[in-house]
DNA sequence: GCCCGATACATCGGATTGCTATATATCGTC
DNA sequence: GACGATATATAGCAATCCGATGTATCGGGC
């Protein structure tokens, strides 16, 4: 059925991930509702996708974690580290120089007339 | 060794291949060029990617070819249908919504100070 | 005449990735 | 004690990526 579920956000979703983390420590449910929240909802982030993403990065070291069991709920807190800082802000300026070349090849498109066939 | 090419491409490769063919038919070599020029050499195409997924557009009729024998030197000119311009124009709709979520998570980080640690 | 780099398209196949489905457990509240 | 929300996790298969490789034409330099 050539399901292709996220398309775009395909590829963007480690930085989205590391950008949310910037202003702090979060845990995963926090990051998907966070998501969720910036994009007005186009952005899901499924928990088959994001939990494995963040072990990724996690294996990566550019996060650390640590479990709170206070609570009685647990929760994993995840919190960048210098090298996630650094991979940021690396992607965060590849993610500009995607962005511009996007919006060069769109804009001609969006601005074409509404096709009055 | 955790290869993972293009990064932040993955996913927006479709639209970038349906918006350069938006100003009228092109073959497989010429799209690699414009896709190449249009990023300033940031976006690679490799002829392994380029051709499946011209092969894939066309199998869901987003896209049509003709070939070219004429000049002697075989070229595969692909053009948009009807359906490739509404999913064109689905999908530039799509990231123009990604984009501006990542501007909300990005703008922040770009503007934190320069770490005076 | 021949070599070579650029042009042009194509496919194979190992490695990687994405995500649905599924599982487990706690919490509040009805 | 049922239900939806909260919270994390993994199995497993479909889909994707792209380096390597193959074919062939063209133009220029020698």
Redesign the interface.
């Known amino acids: 059925m ?1 399901q292709r579920g ?7 979703l ?3 991930v590391l ?2 983390l ?2 702090g420590p979060k845990y995963g449910y926090l990051i998907q509702q966070r998501l969720n929240d ?3 909802g ?2 899901r982030a499924p928990a088959g996708s994001l939990y494995p993403l963040l072990h990724r990065l996690e294996s ?1 070291k550019l996060l650390r974690s640590r479990v709170e069991n206070s609570t009685g709920r647990q929760r994993k807190w995840y919190e960048l580290t210098a090298a996630g800082r650094r991979r ?2 690396k ?2 300026q ?2 500009n ?3 511009a ?2 919006e ?3 804009r ?3 601005e ?1 007339p509404p ?1 009055p066939a």
């Open positions: 050539t996220n398309d775009l956000i395909r590829g963007s480690d930085l989205m950008s949310v910037a202003d910036a994009s007005g186009a952005v990566e940021l802000s992607q965060a590849q993610w120089e995607l962005a070349c996007l060069t090849l769109l001609p498109v969006l074409a096709d």
